[in-house]
């Protein structure tokens, strides 16, 4: 036979199977196959276990509270709450009881844009320098090019986390969008980067081209569609609810306490700022595992919502080790393949002052799981979803999930700082007079500081509206201070650069010099 023939031959042959893969079970397809099948009574026999499983993870964890609700087959299957609203509290967590959501606003964002992509109203191709005129990068050329699908696919090449420092002093949506410009760049839609910001960029975009401020967009569009009451895109509706879970932080020595600063994340809404409790999630889990159909009605084409659920980005390179499975990011969603090979969508909240959040659905099986927790991420939700779905695929789980997750999470609570953990020198060199270091400081990115001298000592002064922070001394030009808000993680180092005439030219601020952006200039 010749090559030819052979060709025609396993052409035919792949052209019949996929006509039999199309009339067969979808199990039959090699392309999403596993060895295990589950079975309606499997699910049923893993809810039943939830009872037991939740309390006992809530205790050992400490976390104060947790809401889990669990979809199967477009039904709402469980819905429960445990523990309590807040640490030194005795209102219980029920179904209803609302939570900050933290990072899985993300994947409800996305969720909202994909309705403006169906409708035509954007595209997930469309420039930013088109919808948002005037937004600017470091490099003009990714500023041409720059797309709603790039920002929320983590593409940009913007740096991990960018323009989070900026919002923990002080500063609003629209200042952090002026001063992306000022942040190193990675190259252009081949790397990936996690960025708050650069999502919320996109979102933004979306929501003027469609005429409505954000909070308005993901309300109308897709929060009222889907009935979400328990809903909103703004801190002051979170705190308006009677019904809401407070956070509660996890101290060094491993005790509790509230949250000493309720994280207000109305500046990056579209990427940290949803409220929601498990009810409302529920439908919008119910939505996704049915590409974009609600009771019946098709509310996001099953193109688009599938556009949003492909990978797009590589989040796992490079890879921990060779056996380490791959991972994916879509649009504000993570993609994956779990033990039993099975797709998972998925994605993790983490607000350290007190948020702890994450869902996974498994489309093959049309199961969704929402753990909603108001406490400092400790890996409890992802344990508690991973125990469930061991449960589920194979009717057991031999795995301490909450162990594994609780180191993955440690690093979040980790102070790089130099002076962490370290004692004072015993002879530290004597300070600089107070009148060589007291001025004031520029720094494009993150705008003036000033240092000026009170009767209790040296104090600091940085943001748009100044926030003050006390000096102390510790050796020669170097000074400790303790920085506020989301990313702080407790002392840092404020080290001075005396000139030949003994007055400061510089000061540089530890816990800002990511990417050497720290350090202000008189």
């Known amino acids: 036979m010749s090559n030819t023939a052979r060709f025609r031959t396993l052409t035919l042959a792949a052209l019949l199977l996929g006509a039999t893969l199309t009339a067969t079970a979808q199990s039959r397809n090699p392309g999403n196959y596993t060895f295990s099948e589950v079975t309606p009574a499997d699910v049923e026999q893993a809810l039943a276990g939830l009872d037991t499983l939740a309390p006992e993870m809530l205790e050992r964890s400490g976390v104060p509270g947790m809401a889990i609700a669990v979809v199967y087959q477009d039904q709402l299957v469980y819905a429960k709450g445990f523990g309590v609203k807040q640490t030194g509290s005795d209102e219980p967590v029920d179904a209803e009881t ?10 409800v964002g996305a969720t909202a844009v994909a309705t403006a992509v169906s409708d035509g109203t954007v595209a997930w191709d469309d420039r930013i320098a088109d919808l948002l005129p005037g937004f600017t990068l470091a490099d003009p050329f990714v500023t041409e090019r720059l797309t709603v699908a790039d920002l929320y696919s983590h593409r940009s090449g913007l740096p991990d986390h960018a323009g989070d420092l ?29 960025t708050n910001f650069g999502m919320t960029v996109a979102a933004v975009a979306v929501a003027t081209r469609d005429g409505q401020s954000w909070e308005e967009f993901s309300r109308t569009r897709l929060y009222e569609p889907l009935g979400m009451d328990a809903t ?7 705190m308006a609810r009677d019904n809401k879970a407070l956070g509660s932080v996890k101290n060094p020595d491993g005790t509790w306490s509230p949250t000493p600063q309720q994280r207000q994340p109305d500046a990056q809404s579209p990427a940290g700022g949803v409220s929601s409790n498990v009810l409302d999630m529920a439908k919008w889990m119910r939505l996704v595992l049915a590409e974009g159909t609600f009771d019946g009605e098709q509310l996001i084409e099953a193109s688009v919502m599938r556009e949003v659920l492909t990978a797009h ?29 099975r797709v998972r969508f998925s994605h993790s909240g983490a607000f350290v002052l007190g948020t702890g959040t994450a869902y996974a ?6 199961l969704g799981i929402v753990v909603l927790t108001n406490g400092t991420p400790v890996g409890l939700p992802e344990a508690v979803i991973a125990t469930f779905l061991d449960r ?13 997750y609780g180191q993955l999470f440690a690093p979040l609570l980790a102070n790089p700082s130099a002076l ?19 001025g004031t400081y520029a720094n494009d990115t993150y705008g003036p500081l000033s240092v000026t001298e009170t009767d209790s000592g040296l104090t600091l002064a940085l943001g748009p509206a100044p926030m003050t922070f006390p000096l102390t001394h510790w050796d020669g030009n170097v000074f400790a201070y303790h920085p506020t808000g989301e990313n702080a993680t407790g002392i840092a180092a404020v080290t001075f650069t005396l000139g030949p005439d003994g007055q400061a030219t510089a000061v540089t601020v530890e816990n800002l010099d990511e990417h050497d952006l720290g350090t202000f200039t008189r």
């Open 420 to 438: 962490d953990g370290q004692e004072p020198p015993a002879s530290p060199a004597p300070a600089p007079a107070a009148g060589q270091l007291t």
């Open 392 to 404: 589920v695929e194979s009717g057991e789980s031999a795995f301490d999930w909450l162990a594994a």
């Open 313 to 341: 980005a590589n989040s796992s390179a490079p890879s921990r080790s060779l056996s380490s499975r791959p991972g994916f990011y879509g649009y504000g969603v993570g993609i994956g393949v779990d033990a039993s090979g």
């Open 98 to 107: 609302v939570f900050q959501l933290a990072s899985l606003s993300k994947s």
């Open 232 to 238: 909103s895109s703004t801190y002051a509706d979170f």
């Open 166 to 194: 900026l919002e923990d002093i002080g500063y609003g949506r629209e200042e952090v969008f002026a001063r992306l410009k000022y942040l190193p760049l990675d190259s252009f839609r081949t790397s990936y980067h996690y």
């Open 361 to 366: 659905l498994v489309p093959a099986e049309q």
